[in-house]
């Protein structure tokens, strides 16, 4: 959340690279997968209502982490 959590782009990029790595690590042993769960809940819940982590109460904040967790689910 330092360096801006979902509200920034380059956090479902980093995911995305993570995502990889586990797969190509785990691949073989796994056969299905869930990236993010209910990314709205994320988005809305803990950037607009305040109610979830990071608990902020911010509309731009709030559509910014939904874009950006549908990019790396």
């Known amino acids: 959340q330092d360096r801006g959590g979902w509200t920034v782009r380059e956090t479902?990029?980093?995911?995305?690279?993570?995502?990889?790595?586990?797969?190509?690590?785990?691949?073989?042993?796994?056969?299905?997968?869930?990236?993010?769960?209910?990314?709205?809940?994320?988005?809305w819940i803990g950037h607009l209502e305040?109610?979830?982590?990071?608990?902020?109460?911010d509309l731009t904040a709030a559509v910014r982490a939904s874009y950006h967790l549908h990019l790396g689910h």
């Open 50 to 57: 305040g109610r979830m982590a990071p608990g902020l109460t």
């Open 12 to 43: 479902s990029e980093h995911f995305a690279a993570y995502a990889s790595h586990v797969v190509e690590r785990l691949g073989d042993r796994v056969k299905d997968w869930a990236t993010l769960n209910e990314p709205l809940c994320s988005a």
